[in-house]
């Protein structure tokens, strides 16, 4: 990762889940420490409501937080996939934490977040991409402008599983819940080109995180009680949905592995691939003569483990 932060923008799509917050909270630390630019964060629909993903970064960056200078965007795009929602991580997405934290209503913003990608994409340079929720915004904003999405410098997305089994309910766990959320979306970002690192289950449900080391490290700072909430709910649903034991004390932050392959993709095994999504967000390898296909990174595995927690520790610093 370069360190002149005018190399280092960084727009955050999110679905505003718990796992989400641990990604965007690290870039955030980040941008606050000078490493890089956050220009805005575009939320969507998929852990929650379109308007409940809004309030709840809103109130996760600027009354948590206490960020400033990084705004917050509403889709214009994915009220559709409302009905959809899972909720895994209650109604806030956050195991209702965030209304102990603040109950202020925040207004839209004259521009969506599907009109936000393009502005951003269109005008700056050095843009990496982190989308860690559905691909609904991103899809439409290629749509809207054919060719956009590989302005960026690089994709990282939290989406698919190759060889993994899925976790949607939308498509009876045939898929990621992302992909599965919105599947042409999926396969719309994927076929576009764009210089695209790809984190699918196989990786991000087998590099999991010692509940007390997050407990005791989040203990340092002035948010510690909304980050106790966060970690002792985010288990909590987990062994609810049979994602873990009772007496495995270890989480799936499935998100925050878009920002530790930011700061070093080198602790990640990474593998070209040629792959297409069907409808229903189902990740299917191609063979390596369909040159049609442009080839994506995905990540399979860590190699670091140690290093991989430390680096998302970071965010407690």
Do not use: W
Request: glycine fraction near 6%; charge should be negative; proline fraction near 3%.
């Amino acid at each position: 990762m370069a360190e002149d932060q005018s190399e280092n923008n960084v727009i955050i799509d999110t679905d505003v889940g718990v796992d989400d917050t641990f990604c965007m909270a690290n870039f955030l630390a980040l941008h606050r420490k000078n490493r890089c630019k956050v220009l805005g964060i575009t939320t969507v629909c998929g852990n929650i409501a379109t308007e409940k993903a809004y309030q709840s970064a809103c109130i996760l960056v600027k009354d948590v937080l206490k960020i400033t200078d990084v705004p917050v965007y509403r889709s214009g795009c994915s009220e559709f996939n409302d009905c959809n929602c899972s909720f895994f991580y209650g109604q806030d997405g956050h195991c209702g934490t965030l209304k102990k934290q603040s109950n202020r209503k925040f207004n839209s913003p004259e521009i969506t977040s599907e009109q936000f990608l393009i502005e951003q994409l269109t005008t700056k340079q050095n843009i990496t991409l982190v989308a860690i929720g559905p691909l609904t915004n991103l899809a439409k904003a290629e749509k809207l402008c054919p060719g956009v999405l590989k302005k960026c410098k690089e994709l990282i997305v939290m989406g698919g599983a190759v060889d993994e089994p899925g976790n949607c309910p939308k498509t009876n766990m045939e898929s990621e819940y992302n992909f599965g959320m919105d599947g042409a979306a999926a396969r719309c970002v994927v076929s576009s080109g764009v210089n695209l690192a790809l984190f699918p289950l196989d990786v991000t449900s087998s590099v999991r995180f010692d509940i007390v080391q997050l407990l005791n490290r989040s203990s340092r700072t002035k948010q510690k009680e909304f980050y106790k909430d966060c970690i002792e709910g985010t288990f909590s649903a987990m062994v609810l949905h049979g994602e873990t034991k009772p007496d495995d004390k270890r989480l799936n932050i499935h998100d925050v592995h878009c920002f530790v392959y930011y700061m070093d993709p080198e602790l990640y095994s990474i593998e070209e691939m040629r792959i297409s999504v069907d409808e229903e967000g189902r990740v299917i390898r191609e063979g390596d003569d369909q040159l049609t296909i442009h080839p994506v990174k995905v990540a399979l595995s860590g190699r670091d483990d140690l290093r991989i927690t430390q680096l998302v520790l970071g965010m407690f610093d």
